[in-house]
């Protein structure tokens, strides 16, 4: 079992930047590929972006493009997700998750086996 928690999230003016913690326990989750996720009021849960299990590959939403960096550091267990330019739509639950066996750019949440339980990134205009 992973146990994963999500920190770093709160309230920041558009234009801003924030970087979300994803901390792993329970096992290393340096053969897992991990992902963010979010989910805003009414609408479904998204992929944002996914990392290989080495950090060698990353992969994005291209409304995140340019803009989110994700990282891993799995000597700390820990996954990042450095967000910058931000957008009153980028306003929503972040979630980060772990991915053992389907391909690490997978956007596909049911691809992903286990789940933090998600921090707010709350984006004011």
């Known amino acids: 079992q992973v146990q994963l928690v999500e920190s770093g999230g709160g309230l920041v003016q558009a234009g801003g930047s924030l970087t979300l913690s994803c901390a792993a326990s329970g096992r290393t989750i340096s053969s897992y590929a991990m992902g963010w996720f979010r989910q805003a009021p009414g609408k479904e849960r998204e992929f944002v972006a996914s990392i290989t299990w080495s950090g060698s590959g990353t992969f994005y939403a291209d409304s995140v493009k340019g803009r989110f960096i994700i990282s891993r550091d799995n000597a700390k267990n820990t996954v990042y997700l450095e967000m910058h330019s931000l957008k009153p739509e980028d306003t929503a639950v972040y979630y980060c998750?772990?991915?053992?066996?389907?391909?690490?750019?997978?956007?596909?949440?049911?691809?992903?086996?286990?789940w933090g339980q998600g921090t707010q990134v709350t984006v004011s205009s």
């Open positions: 998750a772990a991915n053992l066996v389907h391909r690490p750019s997978s956007e596909v949440a049911g691809h992903y086996d286990y």
